[in-house]
């Protein structure tokens, strides 16, 4: 029998404790990355087995992933509309952030000028994982989240750049600061187009392919090949990864099936859980609590230095693109935490720091520790204190009485089941059963009526209903699949279908559904009848209503549906896009329509059928009637 190695322990050791740790934080609220944090510190002192940590592992195996699926995820026109306060921020602001650290400890800590400056390079970047995460589950304003994590996205190339640039400084001994410009500019906008050109590449590829282990075995190439490749000719890698992400994540999901789409997206919502979750255990596993106490000072200064100078970035240079409100500038700048960036940088210190190099070192982890901890842990309560995540009066006397519903219910299930175990006599439940049941009525009509009275929460229950019974139907394929009643042809096309419609409905529960709008356009859409149930489904996900029209078919001998849909304002060019994805162009072959019409002898006529062909008229009025 082969000997369990001791690589094998660990691996699964961590795999298990990120699991644990999972779990516990869903039940405590804590973001998994926090948690990760305080149980690598907890270990520290138990585990007698010393795990090398490099800053090549981190860069090279660790980062691509992570900056990929964050950039994979992020919409392109939200991006776009923000770009100028991003920018802003990832470039000037880093480099103002990277001096200002660099002068509050060089006079508070006694650093020499160059290791001050390196330091405040390896602190710039942020890494707002756990932030994001908090924000997606309480549900923040989107342009909040754009605004964070693009910022993340961009400042971590800066950040790298601008770090090398400060090493060779220390290493070469003399300050050249416009070959200095000149690098930076050349090594970000290298990478960039790197990454751009190789995204581009890929998602083309991609739309020729119909593959769903081919199509995400592109993606990972992609993510790992634009890094290397981009490092490998001087340039940034990290914006290589980053633009390419953008890149992919915006056009290589128009050539992918429905399905294609979720295999591609739930890979990388793996893969990206999977690295962050092994780099913040090992954060806390690499954390030297006997050299944080010796340092006590300097990590005070450095944590005083990364919140002065990100205070003066947020409500300073930010102030100079974009006005936003002052809660938001609140939680960008208490949401600039630090992460896995600033431990590779710091791990790649130079030895021409000399001594000065532990105590940089040191810093860096006190002030990864302090921002995961402290503001990590804090920015949930924070959130809620500002404001920037309200909930109306109706959503919460819906959440109330949904509570008192549900509760009554359950009492009622318990009491009739107590009845039939023979704990509770016949005459006591003929006597409560009325009562519970009348109740139980109540309190579920008042559900309702609150419901129908506001569009918000009418939507929210809408989206919900939808969602599980798209995911019933797609457990109910699953099982005529498994059991034979159905082909392997059927189920992929149809489940497609289901896939298709649960991605469409909408991540914005609050927005007012859109058949309670008015309409803005008239859309007339002529539907192969092969095609009807999927354009109706993925119309009703979008919450579209549709008056269909049947006709004969003409000469083709094939039956058209005229479908007339009315579109809210914003909605047009997504309804048109889902329409195109389900409606498939097709070659069919038919009889000559008339004698002496031109075809081949004993040769039937080809003909190819459009998807769909779309008409929109603007809705200049429209009376309900």
């Known amino acids: 029998m082969a000997e369990i190695t001791q690589l094998e322990i660990l691996v699964l050791g961590a795999l298990l404790i990120v699991s644990l740790v999972v779990v516990l934080g869903k039940r405590f609220r804590i973001h998994p990355a926090v948690g990760l944090v305080i149980a690598g510190v907890l270990l520290t002192g138990q585990v007698a087995i010393e795990i090398p940590l490099s800053s090549e592992l981190i860069l090279s195996l660790f980062l691509p992933p992570l900056l990929f699926e964050a950039a994979f995820h992020i919409n392109l026109n939200e991006l776009r509309r923000n770009l100028g306060t991003v920018l802003l921020l990832a470039v000037p602001g880093v480099i103002l952030s990277m001096v200002l650290v660099g002068g509050i400890v060089e006079w508070g800590v006694g650093l020499s000028w160059p290791a001050a400056l390196v330091f405040g390079a390896v602190i710039a970047a942020t ?178 230095a990364v919140l002065v100078a990100r205070a003066i970035t947020i409500y300073g240079v930010a102030r100079l693109r974009t006005s936003m409100p002052l809660a938001w500038r609140h939680i960008l700048w208490w949401g600039g935490l630090r992460g896995a960036v600033a431990l590779a940088l710091a791990l790649s210190l130079p030895a021409a720091l000399g001594a000065e190099r ?114 019933a139907e797609r457990a109910s394929l699953t099982r005529l699949q498994r059991e034979g009643v159905i082909s392997d042809e059927t189920f992929e096309e149809i489940g497609a279908e289901i896939d298709l419609a649960l991605s469409a409905l909408p991540d914005d529960l609050s927005q007012v559904p859109a058949s309670a709008r008015p309409a803005a356009h008239l859309v007339a859409a002529i539907i192969h009848d092969r095609d009807l149930e999927s354009a109706l489904a993925v119309l009703t996900a979008h919450g579209l209503q549709a008056t269909r029209l049947q006709s004969d078919g003409a000469f083709l001998r094939r039956s058209r549906h005229l479908l007339l849909v009315g579109i809210p304002q914003g909605e047009l060019e997504r309804a048109i896009e889902a329409l195109g994805r389900v409606c498939r162009s097709r070659v069919e072959y038919l009889p000559a329509p008339f004698p002496g019409f031109p075809v081949p002898e004993g040769s039937p006529m080809q003909i190819e059928i459009s998807g769909a062909t779309v008409f929109a008229f603007r809705v200049e009025r429209q009376e309900v009637i």
Do not use: C
């Open 127 to 304: 890494d707002p994982i756990s932030v994001v995460g908090i924000f997606r589950r309480l549900g923040a304003p989107k342009r909040l989240e754009v605004l964070l994590e693009g910022e993340s996205l961009f400042n971590d190339g800066t950040a790298v750049v601008l770090f090398n640039l400060a090493v060779a400084t220390i290493v070469t001994g003399s300050t050249n600061w416009t070959g200095g410009a000149l690098q930076f500019l050349w090594a970000a906008g290298g990478g960039v187009l790197i990454g751009l050109g190789l995204g581009w590449v890929i998602s083309r590829v991609i739309a020729g392919i119909d593959d769903h282990l081919v199509e995400t075995t592109l993606t990972t190439v992609l993510a790992f090949g634009s890094y290397l490749v981009a490092q490998q000719v001087g340039m940034s890698g990290v914006l290589a990864v980053v633009a390419a992400g953008l890149v992919n994540g915006n056009l290589g999901p128009q050539g992918m099936r429905p399905g294609t789409r979720l295999v591609v997206f739930s890979f990388w919502e793996y893969v990206a859980f999977l690295a962050s979750s092994v780099v913040f255990l090992l954060i806390g596993l690499q954390v030297n609590l006997t050299s944080l106490i010796e340092y006590a000072g300097p990590v005070v200064w450095a944590i005083v």
């Open 358 to 471: 532990e105590v940089v070192l040191v810093m860096t982890f006190g002030v990864v520790l302090f921002t995961l901890l402290v503001q990590g842990l804090s920015m949930g309560p924070l959130v809620r204190r500002l404001g920037v995540i309200s909930r109306s009066e109706a959503q919460i006397e819906f959440e109330r009485r949904h509570a008192r519903a549900l509760a009554a219910r359950a009492g009622y299930r318990h009491m009739e089941q107590l009845h039939e175990d023979g704990l509770v006599s016949s005459p006591t439940w003929k006597s409560m059963a009325p009562l519970l049941q009348e109740r139980q009525r109540a309190l579920t009509q008042a559900v309702g009526e609150i419901v129908q009275s506001e569009a918000a929460i009418e939507t929210q229950e809408l989206t919900t209903a939808r969602a599980e019974a798209l995911r």
